[in-house]
């Protein structure tokens, strides 16, 4: 059988790899600690559930327009004023099948042959690969721990050639957690402001898991008005609302690539599922009490977890500023060995964690970060705390 030969130029997801191997264990018998996802232990909050068991009674049940329903568009558009004071019309909103699709469109609307895209590292794992579906050269920017895993506008104006078309960045970063500050995204603005010709996708999805802000308003490079009208807010309602399986995103665009994104996505998915929408509709409308609650208990895990951290002493970790994850510099136990077995890289540290110590975490490989691996800390503090001890133990049995 000849497949397509677009395959071979993008992998699967590490993360995803990663959790199929722990259920994997799982089915036989063996009791797998899962840090690798990215998703909530949180149960989506009650009047978004009661939200969607409305819908259902009130017969939601039919195609949905391409771009999302007026009503959600609205209170996005809503959100957006309220959240980040940023102006935006429902021509210039599309609602997707999660934020995963939403980059994808925008990629597809953008991007075509030998144009250049800028992924500053480390990244999170789908920007490259969706990158490579379109046939554009993937330019990464590598940042540092001291830099607090953060791009300076001196990197950014080296990477910019006559070629670059795309920019993609998240803040909070997936994996460090790196937060932008308003300055820091001034700065790099400021870059842009001289290079017309290219746009930047601003990766939004973990706004409110925000530890560096407390009290204040979340930093969007699209408050800048030099830049505005070329920013892509990607955004939904997986990480802040516990909404992962339901499966939302949405872009914020210029009314342009707001009109591209909904050509692509009426040729591949079209309109989003309606008692998703509907129930988006009361999340983003609501007060966010549950989110900052669920924040609240994520500031409390990331304490134990850098505390642990700290118990491993050969172990060092930048901390996060945001969303869920810590991100550690594991090169310490490089080269080093179990019955035989040599860790050559964190690709095989994190399947000997996985297999040994039965602790799924993902390889900073897969974010363009050799000798890091991501711990989620996005499960309960009693697994958190067995998971690490198990680590512990683990890394304890190398030599």
Not at 22 to 41: F, H, Q, T, W, Y
Not at 315 to 332: Q, S
Not at 337 to 351: E, H, K, P, R
Request: glycine share 6%; hydrophobic share 35%; charged share 25%.
């Amino acid at each position: 059988m000849q497949l397509s030969a677009l395959l071979s130029k993008f992998n699967e997801p590490e993360t995803l790899k990663m959790a199929q191997l722990g259920r994997e264990l799982r089915a036989k018998g063996i009791k797998v600690i899962d840090l690798s996802l990215g998703e909530p232990d949180f149960n989506t909050p009650e009047h978004i559930r009661d939200a969607a068991k409305k819908a259902i009674d009130e017969n939601w049940s039919h195609y949905t327009p391409v771009a999302g329903y007026i009503e959600l568009k609205e209170a996005i558009c809503k959100k957006l004023k309220r959240d980040n004071g940023l102006d935006y019309q429902p021509n210039q909103i599309v609602v997707s099948t999660g934020a995963k699709q939403c980059i994808a469109n925008t990629m597809f609307s953008i991007l075509f042959d030998d144009d250049e895209i800028i992924i500053p590292t480390p990244y999170w794992v789908s920007y490259s690969e969706i990158a490579r579906m379109t046939r554009a050269k993937v330019v990464f920017i590598s940042t540092t721990p001291e830099s607090g895993f953060k791009l300076t506008p001196e990197q950014l104006e080296q990477a910019i050639t006559e070629k670059t078309k795309l920019f993609i960045f998240s803040s909070p970063c997936n994996p460090t957690g790196a937060t932008y500050t308003k300055d820091e995204l001034q700065a790099l603005a400021k870059v842009f402001a001289k290079h017309a010709d290219v746009y930047i996708i601003s990766d939004e999805i973990y706004e409110y898991i925000n530890y560096s802000h407390e009290g204040g308003r979340y930093e969007s490079i699209a408050q800048f008005p030099d830049v505005k009208d070329r920013v892509i807010i990607i955004n939904g309602l997986s990480k802040g609302f516990a909404m992962t399986g339901w499966r939302l995103g949405y872009t914020a665009s210029n009314v342009e690539i707001a009109k591209a994104n909904q050509k692509v996505q009426g040729q591949i998915t079209s309109g989003t599922n309606s008692i998703t929408q509907r129930a988006a509709v009361t999340a983003l409308d609501s007060p966010l009490d549950a989110t900052f609650k669920m924040v609240e208990e994520f500031k409390r895990r990331r304490k134990r977890v850098l505390e642990l951290l700290k118990e491993m002493p050969h172990i060092k970790c930048v901390e996060p500023e945001g969303a869920f994850y810590v991100f550690p510099d594991v090169r310490y136990y490089l080269g080093k060995n179990f019955n035989g077995q040599v860790i050559n890289n964190a690709s095989d540290l994190s399947m000997y964690l996985l297999n040994e110590a039965h602790v799924s975490t993902v390889s900073g490989d897969a974010f363009g970060q050799p000798g890091y691996i991501r711990i989620s800390f996005a499960n309960s503090m009693e697994n958190i705390e067995e998971g690490f001890k198990r680590i512990k133990s683990g890394l304890e049995k190398l030599s």
